[in-house]
């Protein structure tokens, strides 16, 4: 009885809702950098994921607790000894250019495309035996072996469903189709001014009834961190998504009338400061040198000056946002002393340790200020090493750093965004998004990979909870700061934000309430 | 005919620079630390070596650097500019697709310092030590020593925040769709505070040229022996004075010109405008070889094409330097 009240309340909420969303309005957001290209399965950074999360979608979508969310796939079942999963797929999807969205779509898009293209989603893909169209509506994926995350790599920008009958046989990053990008979502594409802005218009056919509610998108390209805010002010756009802006500029912005923020929507990326500390060599090789750079740093008066009051100071390598977190570990707070003490134990010589900032604004580089200067305070020689971002990108590629700012995504799971960072085998030269700073524990090795494959989250968290404790010790890399990147827009705009990639995953319930 | 030599002449010449600064660019980008598939892999947030691998292939970037010049240079000489994997288009299609927004801004702030500069000089000369004359110099003093970035950005606070007269950025209306007379005017309002901003201090240029020039030419010998001769005080104006006086102004009327393409990065930036200097600016920022070339390239002929023009203004403002040049 009790059940059955529930459900008639959350339906009457449901209509209640439903009735109060308007039709029609335009939506001017800013994107920056201009996307390269809005080919969702080729390119996924940022830039990309914002403007094609409304052309592209994947089977599932995640709420702001991370649970998933019907999308592409209506429905999904586990099977109990978790090798088997089993998608129904909606009815009546069509792509763009008016083509049935069918099974064989997705085992192309997984099975054959991203597989070549998309080396994240590639490392979970090893997981997978076989991927079968069981029906025109009916996928399954059939595991080697149980992998925890696994309903997590769903999302759109990990694992995009891109037409079979347009890609299959060509070569896909020249397939001219690119330019012209077609998927299932609440918009479609319709112009690209380079260096101006990206014009997306309704889908009419849209397998939702009456949705999306708004009529268009303007995706509009401003370089520079000042005009965008200007833009703002001035009312030419309506959304800054979450870093579009200095971080000095949101007070101001939010405190406008009629404007609101929100930090939600950064959930499943969970942006995880670090610093990486060069574990091969030099000052920071010793595990007492790093854990005074933990003690050394004054991480809450970064947070409340540097970032505005934004963000959380990070205990260890898995944020608070995401699953499996643990806030058993020791704890480094601001104590100077504690620092000189460890860098008298760790012999160091006064050799200079070089900085290096992430190239991505202003914030960025008063960070790097603010280490130069605690580290200064307790007797270590410091000098920041100024690059651009493809100088940056070089530096690490070449483990040519002691220490260098940077932020990872966590992608909902420590098995898909935390655990790389930190795996003997993930050391390789040449790529920035592996474990750069040259860490190696067998033992640890040996838990994170226990942790992806055990099964139920009682068992997970037990093993993650030990592998916090345990590295937070070490300190391999430096944790900083879980950061915030509010979404600023106008009050009217309803319904930005409501999954964990928030802005990213498509404006198909955003509405303008009159 | 002498000049019709002098162009060719100067057009040979310009094919063998054209090509040096080709080969020489082409050297100094590669210098520079980190490359393009390091920057396209770190923009994804995830990349493994195979990725990164895949990606070098692509962009020709496993060859020995001979071969890489080899195949851009025979490209450049069919007018291939290569493919911008950044862009994801033709260098060329996209060089010509910025060009025009570019060109349109940077004549129009060339266009009105010329002029404005010219005339404002002319007439501080005319009434030299007096208020009107104080008053222009010191305007032009106040431009030549502002920095472009914050003319800009005050230009910005004051017409488009505050006023609200002039739009902040952006070449269009976005969405508007205006056609005609409409959007002669919408691209006129937009164009008002860049091209300002890229003109002032080129106009405070030419505008103490012109009056420094003027004053100087003036008290020459040349001109009191036409004043001996009797002529009129018009004549010995413009044929005399102003002509003379204007040859400082012509050369570095060429230098800016030869800017017109390279040289608006920062005003870009700021105003979000469309065109090359920003296209340069996101393409040397992601290693974007091949644009960067091409925009090099571009840049180049244009300082070549608009130095041979300065020559002819030259020879047609003074003949005597067109005899000096054949003898």
Redesign the interface.
């Known amino acids: 009885m009790k059940k059955l009240l529930t459900a008639s309340v959350l339906t009457i909420a449901a209509a209640c809702t439903a009735q109060a969303q308007q039709q029609g309005g335009r939506l001017d957001i800013v994107v920056q950098p201009e996307p390269p290209s809005l080919m969702l399965g080729l390119v996924n950074n940022g830039p990309t994921q914002l403007v094609a999360g409304d052309i592209y979608e994947s089977l599932l979508r995640y709420d702001t607790d991370l649970n998933p969310q019907p999308s592409l796939a209506q429905s999904w079942e586990v099977s109990e000894d978790g090798l088997t999963y089993t998608f129904t797929l909606q009815e009546g999807v069509l792509w763009h250019d008016g083509e049935s969205f069918t099974a064989d779509d997705v085992v192309f898009s997984a099975d054959v495309f991203l597989r070549e293209t998309n080396p994240r989603l590639r490392v979970s893909l090893e997981y997978v035996d076989t991927i079968t169209a069981l029906d025109d509506h009916t996928v399954e994926f059939k595991l080697r072996e149980p992998f925890g995350p696994f309903l997590g790599v769903f999302e759109a920008g990990t694992m995009p469903m891109v037409p079979k009958h347009i890609y299959e046989g060509t070569n896909y990053s020249e397939n001219p189709a690119n330019n012209t990008p077609i998927g299932t979502g609440p918009f479609k594409f319709e112009e690209w001014v380079k260096g101006s802005y990206i014009h997306l218009v309704k889908n009419e056919d849209y397998y939702l009834d009456g949705q999306p509610y708004l009529d268009e998108v303007y995706y509009r390209v401003v370089p520079d961190a000042a005009s965008r805010a200007v833009a703002f002010e001035n009312g030419e756009v309506d959304v800054l998504p979450g870093g579009s802006v200095e971080n000095w500029d949101v007070p101001r912005l939010t405190e406008m009338e009629g404007v609101c923020s929100t930090g939600e929507g950064w959930e499943y990326f969970a942006p995880h400061a670090l610093a990486w500390l060069n574990n091969r060599e030099g000052p920071t090789a010793s595990q007492e040198f790093r854990q005074a750079i933990m003690y050394a740093q004054d991480r809450e008066f970064v947070r409340d000056v540097i970032w505005n009051g934004f963000g959380t100071v990070a205990t260890g390598p898995i944020s608070s946002k995401t699953n499996f977190y643990t806030d058993e570990v020791t704890q480094y707070d601001y104590d100077p002393e504690k620092a000189r003490e460890l860098i008298e134990a760790s012999g160091y010589d006064g050799e200079t340790v070089r900085i290096l900032p992430l190239p991505y604004g202003e914030t960025w580089q008063r960070w790097a200020e603010a280490m130069k200067q605690n580290l200064d305070e307790v007797g270590v020689n410091t000098e920041i090493v100024a690059t651009d971002v493809a100088g940056w990108n070089q530096r690490l590629a070449d483990w040519d750093f002691d220490i260098a700012y940077t932020y990872l995504y966590q992608y909902g799971d420590p098995a898909l965004g935390v655990s790389r960072n930190y795996l003997a085998s993930n050391i390789a030269k040449g790529s920035q998004w592996n474990n750069v700073e040259g860490y190696e524990n067998p033992a640890l090795d040996e838990k994170w990979a226990e942790a992806a494959v055990a099964v139920g989250a009682d068992a997970r968290q037990a093993i993650y909870t030990d592998i916090q404790k345990e590295i937070v010790e070490d300190v391999p890399v430096a944790w900083l700061l879980e950061i915030e990147f509010p979404t600023i827009y106008r009050c009217e705009i309803k319904d930005l934000v409501t999954t964990a990639i928030g802005v990213n995953d498509g404006l198909r319930d955003a509405y303008i309430e009159e | 005919m002498a000049i019709l030599t002098l162009i060719l002449g100067r057009l040979a010449k310009a094919v063998i620079t054209l090509l040096a600064i080709v080969i020489l660019n082409f050297f100094l980008i590669h210098a520079?630390?980190?490359?393009?598939a390091?920057?396209?892999?770190?923009?994804?947030?995830?990349?493994?070596?195979?990725?990164?691998q895949q990606l070098r292939e692509?962009f020709g970037l496993d060859q020995p650097l001979h071969v890489q010049l080899g195949k851009y240079v025979w490209g450049v000489l069919h007018l291939d500019l290569g493919f911008s994997?950044?862009?994801?288009?033709p260098v060329l299609d996209?060089i010509l697709?910025?060009l025009p927004?570019t060109l349109l801004l940077t004549m129009t702030a060339f266009g009105v310092s010329l002029l404005l500069g010219v005339i404002l000089g002319l007439a501080a000369a005319a009434r030299v030590g007096k208020w009107t004359d104080s008053m222009i110099t010191g305007m032009a003093l106040l431009f030549y020593a502002t920095p472009l970035y914050w003319v800009a950005?005050m230009s910005?606070?004051l017409f488009?925040?505050q006023l609200?007269w002039l739009?902040?950025?952006?070449?269009?209306t976005?969405?508007a769709d205006y056609t005609g007379i409409q959007m002669v005017l919408d691209r006129l309002k937009h164009l008002v505070l860049p091209a300002l901003t890229l003109g002032l201090f080129f106009m405070a240029v030419y505008l103490r040229m012109t009056r420094a020039s003027l004053l100087e030419v003036s008290q020459m010998d040349f001109v009191k022996t036409a004043r001996a001769k009797g002529l009129s005080e018009n004549i010995i104006r413009r044929r005399h004075i102003l002509r003379n006086a204007l040859l400082p102004v012509v050369t570095l009327a060429g230098l800016q010109a030869g800017q017109l393409v390279g040289g608006a990065v920062l005003t870009e930036?700021?105003?979000?405008w469309?065109?090359i200097g920003?296209?340069m600016?996101?393409s040397?920022?992601?290693?974007d070889y091949n644009t960067l070339l091409g925009v090099f390239l571009v840049s180049a002929a244009m300082v070549i094409f608009f130095n041979i023009v300065t020559d002819i203004v030259y020879r047609l403002i003074d003949p005597r330097i067109g005899a000096g040049a054949a003898s």
């Open positions: 520079a630390p980190g490359d393009p390091a920057v396209l892999a770190g923009e994804t947030g995830a990349a493994d070596e195979i990725y990164i692509r994997y950044r862009q994801q288009m996209l697709d910025r927004a950005l910005v606070l488009s925040v609200e739009p902040a950025f952006g070449y269009e976005v969405g930036t700021v105003f979000a469309p065109g920003r296209l600016f996101d040397l920022a992601a290693r």
